[in-house]
């Protein structure tokens, strides 16, 4: 191989065209050659790793999947049961019965009306 020095330098003459051509080949020759050597173990590297990375990825997704439905389970559960809480406490309340007293009372009230008669106006 040649190194390469400017024209003119003391002691050497400038390489040719064609040896640095063939110079420029046997590196590209080498690097290909090592490439090679290094691109199938790499190669083989990558296709472990990325198989078993896509196992362990859909195993993580799956166990995120089921943690989030165990979650929204427990959250489901947990709300019903302060909903039915809030419900029992506001139907103790005694404003409620009263409003449902004074609803029940309207209600009766305008459903009887037209059963009941009422005599008309009869001469006294």
Known sequence: MY????AGSKGEEAPS?????DENS?????IKELLAIAAIPLALL???FGFLG?????DLKQSITDGARRQTEAEVLRMQGEIRKRLDEQ?????????????????AAT???PMIMRPSASPR
Request: proline fraction near 0%; hydrophobic fraction near 55%; charge should be positive.
């Open 111 to 113: 459903a009887a009306a």
């Open 17 to 21: 065209a064609a040896d640095l051509r």
């Open 54 to 58: 896509v196992k362990s990825v859909s």
């Open 3 to 6: 190194i390469r020095r400017a």
């Open 26 to 30: 046997e590196a590209r020759k080498v």
């Open 91 to 107: 139907f103790k309340a005694e404003s409620l019965q009263q409003l449902v007293r004074s609803a029940a009372k309207d209600a």
């Open 46 to 48: 990558l296709a472990i």
